[in-house]
């Protein structure tokens, strides 16, 4: 199980960065928050800047998954780049002050939301970094924990609800590696094609995961390049699309080199549009919506 972030990297005219001031531990950081059920990412993105800013904003590109190690559960940050729309600087219940700031001029920010900043302010486009970040030392992980009983007893105090806990996600993976030729690789199980991937474990980066069971599947190492789409499902299951290439050998014999139309029926839910959403021309991740679920 995962908790699912997202954070957004909006500028001004003069390139300085929007940053708030949080309520909980008063230093500076990009302005984000936790996923709501079912919510896509760049929905998150949109909403979390207006509830903390006041700053209406359009989601413009993908430039960063994090990944950070908790010691309770495991935690995904992304990193969206957005175009200011409308509104004005405003407060909230989680933010202290809303402002921009040069980045040679920062006030002062927790080493983690420093690095976030810094590692996604220049990216040149094309596919996201997905990087993985340091495990939360043991002594900021008890002072939040000290910090939010604090402010849970003064939100009681005051009639407002308490703080919730992270909402908990499925986390899975798929793999598409193309030939160049219009074929992907597909390996087969119980009865059913899939691409390679699966369930992401605690403890180990998606990315990583993907890379470690497509090996697993196929009997070849596989690079990942690209996050081609993040899909949302019912029941808080999200699937994050990687694109990916093969060194040369011979694959697993329960492999196949095929194009989806030929796999037809035989491929397991929505792998097949996970296929012809990721081959259709594109600048961007794109994100996805959809009833289906991954797994009938």
């Excluded at 810094?118 to 939360?136: C, N």
């Excluded at 598409?176 to 980066?205: A, F, R, T, Y």
Aim: hydrophobic share 40%.
């Amino acid at each position: 199980m995962f908790a699912l972030g997202v954070e957004g990297l909006v500028t001004d005219q003069f390139g300085q960065v929007l940053l708030i001031q949080r309520s909980d531990s008063r230093t500076w950081a990009l302005p984000g928050g936790g996923l709501e059920a079912n919510e896509l990412p760049s929905d998150g993105m949109v909403r979390e800047l207006f509830e903390e800013t006041g700053y209406k904003v359009f989601p413009v590109r993908l430039v960063q998954v994090s990944y950070i190690r908790g010691r309770n559960f495991d935690l995904l940050i992304f990193v969206l780049r957005g175009l200011l729309r409308g509104g004005s600087a405003q407060t909230s219940d989680e933010t202290l002050a809303v402002q921009f700031h040069k980045p040679d001029r920062l006030p002062f920010m927790v080493r983690s939301h420093h690095e976030r900043l810094f590692s996604t302010l220049y990216h040149p486009g094309g596919p996201p970094h997905l990087r993985e970040q340091e495990k939360i030392p043991l002594v900021i992980h008890l002072l939040r924990k000290s910090v939010y009983r604090l402010l849970d007893l003064q939100r009681w105090w005051q009639g407002q609800p308490l703080y919730q806990s992270p909402r908990q996600w499925h986390l899975e993976t798929a793999l598409i590696v193309p030939d160049g030729q219009g074929q992907v690789l597909w390996h087969e199980q119980n009865g059913m094609w899939h691409l390679p991937g699966g369930p992401c474990p605690k403890g180990q980066s998606p990315w990583a995961a993907a890379a470690h069971l497509a090996q697993a599947q196929t009997g070849q190492p596989i690079t990942i390049t690209d996050l081609a789409g993040v899909y949302v499902t019912p029941e808080n299951r999200m699937t994050l699309c990687f694109m990916g290439k093969i060194g040369v050998g011979t694959v697993a014999a329960a492999c196949r080199w095929v194009t989806g139309e030929e796999i037809g029926n035989a491929a397991a839910p929505l792998h097949s549009t996970f296929i012809q959403n990721a081959l259709t021309p594109r600048e961007t991740t794109q994100f996805y919506y959809t009833n289906t679920p991954i797994h009938q």
